[in-house]
């Protein structure tokens, strides 16, 4: 198949590129960047005309709900939910049911992912068997069969023996671990600790639920030299932990999420449990840092931290109601929204969505990866096509996701994605409604 | 975007349901406080009714134990000529593994008027208040450590009985705030009537670190807290809460925090003592203190009775 996209502008960040022109697809590749190789004849013209034509985003934290909570998405919806939203590859959590701590659970999704011909589904495996941070799981075996890295998803490693072993071992195979920074006994509250925890009389996680688990995985990394990821940071101490120990030689990356970029504790209003989330909301100078961070680059990545939750789980009680929101509509807009108000060059807003998340990626899977999150001539046709210019509405209900729970709701945004390609195909498209 | 509006109030300002203290006018609470003084004589007769609630159904639904309240509730509302309905939630629906939502959508349908609602987790009567049809008003009779409004509106119905006016008064709340829905509404209530200083005094793990920006000086020394305070609320010391790390023992407790006729003589001579019970005498608080010349325990309980009369006629008149 020949794709031509012509009339749009072309932005790449990974090779800093910002100009208009055409871009030619063939056979899945991309054949040309600005200008035509001789003789190219396109099968399909899209006629991006005051579109941005991007890398297609590249979100690191999306929950997909297979095996085990189909009740609360599909493989189906939520890919199909990523190509909406201009996602054309992903970062799947081990925190299933069970929990990908096998090659053959993770082999199946991975057929099932790709056979569904939707975005592209980097499974990430379970650095403890069950989650249950007792043993060690097949991490070599999880590798072969597709694992980019290895999490515990939301559950702390408690023992710190354990942790040490699995840094270790992951270590000797140059194995990226992705980790969240919370401690198991700080972090058993609803919402953040704060002025709103206590009024609303929710139980409070403090920072320092973040900042000491920071401080012990900082140590054990001094012993054992990994990579680590920190997955979604939620706090202005913590970030400042990560600096320090990142110009100490540390080899650390990070990401944060949209929901801790955009909002604060605030916006559980009156027990609005569309915003239980975690991590939790903290205040607005830990949101101001993190958006600061993030411009700065010392937060590498901007993730959607999708998590669709089903209505029954959310129609209870703040805190009973399970945590999470839907997001893999909303990347690409809230990164924009959140540019657009630090005046940034779309280049660099972008970035954080597509050629920065991609070069963490490719950390774990190298050969899998070439092209991801750029758009470059003999490289993988992965495109979003948007329309910077239309703003929307946020209205739950028509997500294509199964969970229509976002904080976000009501929210105008701006930027809508016209196009999406997966390897050169189109994959969203006004005939994709 | 529902849960960001005030959901006790319609579109006028008035209020349909009771949820929490918080974010009510001086006025609203004014209001409650005046129509309870009306109805504190209802209890004088010897026809203890009037007919404000005639034709409507109550239900009582207490998805965590109590007997007190619950038993005012009944009271108020059957005075109010109101048809009460009290359900042992505890021991039907929730443990059929009904969830919350659909218990209140059968009750709903059983034609309810009112719901009188407790519930361990904080904001479930939110929950309910969102989903119950216009013409049906919740009142949160307790929820997690967030709320308990009528006790927080009684407390200050006391208040104004003994002391008559808040502009000048000190009050000193005592004893496990962290966990206390009665300490965060009576600080609503009495900051919003305008109380010159309210006080919380408790160990560090017992009041939590974020909770002077509601309005309140915290004290650690009980000493410091009660000196020249005029009315002194204690607060239950709650026996399930003691199991974890956040007191070394009861006795502890009292060694420190627990009101004694001599600790009381720190506090104003005419310093009145309240305490939401159920008391436990020797935990947070000496029998001779309970049963002494300052404390207004017992007369908590019937204002209790008028308050609640007053919210629920006053709810139950106005619409969404």
Redesign the interface.
Known sequence: MRILIKNGRIIDPASGWDRPGPLAIAHGCIVGRGQLPDGFEPQQVIDASGCWVIPGLVDLAARLREPGCEHQGMLASELAAAVAGGVTSLVCLPDTDPALDEPGPVEMLRFRAQNLHQARVFPLGALTRGLQGENLTDMVALHQAGCIGFSQAEHAVTNTQVLYRALQYAATFDYPVWLRAQDAFLGTGIAA???L????????VPVAAETIALHTLFELMRLTGGAVHICRLSSAQGLQLLRQARAQGLRISCDVSINSLHLTDADI??????ARLNPPLRQQRDRDALREGLADGSINALVSDHTPVDA?AK??????AEPGASGLELLLSLALKWGQERGLEPLQTLATVTSAPAHILSMGAPSRLAGCGRLQVNEVADVCVFDPHTSWTVQPAQLRSQGKHTPF??YELPGRVRWTLVNGQLRFGPAHP | ???????QLNRHGELIHLLSV?GLSRDILTHILDTATRFVSVSDRDIKKVPLLRGKTLFNLFFENSTRTRTTFEIAATRLSADVINLDIARSSASKGE???DTIANLSAMAADLFVVR?S????P??IAR?VAPHVHVINAG?????HPTQGLLDAYTIRHYKKNFSDLTVAIVGDVLHS?VA?SDIHALTTLGCAEVRVVGPRTLV????A??GVRVFHDLKQGLTDCDVVIMLRLQNERMNGALLPSTSEFFKSYGLTPERLLWAKPDAIVMHPGPINRGVEIDSAVVDGAQSVILPQVGFGIAVRMAVMGIVAGNDA
């Open positions: 600790s704060g002025a925890a206590t009024r609303l009389g929710l139980s409070g209003a009156y027990f609005d449990s569309s029954n129609a209870l009680p703040f805190g009973q709701n009501g | 975007m529902l849960a960001k509006h005030n959901p918080e969830s919350l939502l519930h987790e904080s904001g479930a939110h929950l989903h929820d997690g450590r967030h709320a829905r965060r939590p670190a974020d909770i920006p509601l």
